[in-house]
């Protein structure tokens, strides 16, 4: 495997994590892509222009190239307006895949469902196998979160997700979980799919001195602290965390790190913080804006507790970058989380999103810290199996594989 064609059209892997459209895909991109370069693969990744200001190429290290793409207006879109610029964006793709700098690759990855429509295009025009992660499903979302997808998703979108998954050469999952899904809601052909679980970056999420690490954040030092990471939307719901610590203790606190995503964003946001002031509990919760990435792990070191309660999660690199920490979980039982947090080991998984059940869970964590140590090395030690390089190697070998084999045909 010599060069990847990386597609990203709604959102570049250097956008800021837990605002706007960025979140765990921007990381996946990024630590993926890098992984790759490192072991030499090597990787032009195209995402759409949204600023006149940016340069056309950037070299984020060594391997990996990052190009802004002209598709639509060089400003923001929303996202139910991008499918209307798909087909620019795949023509200017292919522009630069087949000038004289642009040549020589051996296959195209879309991420999210938007980018496979480009490749879909791609693969055809450009005769290269295609490899697909949706990192969301519209089906899945549907059943989640009906009113967002109403709002946020165009009508089409399980019907293109399903016409991409014919035409893809593998289609990757994050976890069984999400194969599962592949296969039983959109009847993915099982013999493309392949499992490639996300990972963490252990240079910089590892556990640490909590005292410490409250101290650098100015937090105080002698009461119960939880922590809620993610994009303030209702399919994360922070209000459930809001809820919990309303539950428990006088003393407790919770920290919100994350801003602001989709069409009723500020709206939401709005909700949040007065439910938060209605619960006399104005002095006990702190909204933090979105953070660095590599930033994160100060908060999860500081943290007792960390909350994923999510309607729905492909794979929940939040909960993993907190037990890479020694943070113990308490998330809902959905999606690639059930494959994350060992029930009574890591942390506890909870069926709903009750915030009696959350606060329960967090109440057990709190009052045994003996418990709470040993649910802490367990986390960590989990946490080691994924490795960005792991699942770079799993990928690398996936890539050799379709070098050598036919184009699946749409079907």
């Known amino acids: 495997m010599r060069r990847l064609a990386v597609l990203s059209l709604h959102t570049s892997p250097l956008a800021q994590p837990g605002t706007g459209d960025g979140g765990g895909m921007n990381v996946y991109v990024r630590e993926l892509t890098t992984a790759l370069a490192r072991a030499g693969v090597d990787c032009d990744v195209y995402t759409r222009a949204y600023s006149a200001e940016l340069p056309a190429s950037v070299v984020v290290e060594p391997g990996f190239r990052l190009h802004h793409v002209p598709a639509g207006p060089l400003g923001p879109m929303a996202k139910e307006a991008l499918p209307g610029v798909v087909d620019e964006f795949a023509d200017n793709v292919a522009a630069l895949m ?10 195209l990855h879309a991420n999210y469902w938007l980018s496979g429509l480009a490749g879909h295009r791609l693969k055809h025009e450009l005769e290269l196998p295609l490899v697909s992660t949706f ?31 014919r035409c893809s050469d593998v289609v990757l999952a994050s976890c069984t979980v999400e194969a599962d899904q592949l296969a039983g809601l959109y009847h993915a052909d099982a013999g493309r799919v392949r499992v490639v679980a996300p990972g963490v970056d252990h240079a910089f999420f590892g556990p640490g001195h909590r005292p410490q690490a409250r101290r650098a954040l100015g937090l105080p030092l ?46 939401y946001r709005g909700r949040l913080e007065a439910e938060v002031a209605d619960a006399g509990l104005a002095h006990r919760v702190r ?17 007792d507790v960390c909350l994923v309660p999510s309607r729905s999660e492909s794979f929940g690199l939040v909960a993993l970058e907190a037990a890479a920490c020694g943070t113990p979980v308490v998330a809902t039982a959905v999606g690639g989380l059930t494959t994350l947090v060992d029930h009574g080991c890591t942390g506890y998984l909870i069926d709903d999103g009750d915030p009696a059940a959350f606060a329960g869970a967090v109440r ?48």
Request: charged share 30%; hydrophobic share 45%; proline share 6%.
């Open 222 to 267: 002698d009461v119960p602290l939880l922590l809620f990471v993610g994009r303030l939307q209702p399919l994360k719901r922070a209000e459930v965390a809001v809820r919990a610590l309303a539950a428990l203790s006088d003393d407790a606190q919770l920290v919100i790190v994350g801003g602001p995503s989709g069409p009723d964003a500020e709206a």
């Open 135 to 165: 990192h969301t499903l519209a089906r899945v979302k549907a059943e989640a979160s009906p009113e967002e997808l109403r709002s946020s998703e165009p009508r089409r979108r399980a019907e293109a997700e399903a016409e991409i998954m």
């Open 287 to 303: 909204f933090v804006e979105p953070q660095p990435h590599e930033l994160l792990s100060t908060f999860y070191r500081a943290a």
């Open 98 to 107: 087949t000038d004289g700098e642009g040549e020589g690759f051996d296959a």
């Open 364 to 411: 057990r964590i709190l009052d045994d810290p003996l418990g709470a140590e040993r649910m802490a090395s367990e986390a960590v030690l989990r946490a080691r199996r994924y490795t960005w390089a792991r699942s770079a190697a799993v990928l690398r070998a996936t890539y050799e594989e379709l070098a050598v084999g036919n184009l699946v045909e749409c079907r």
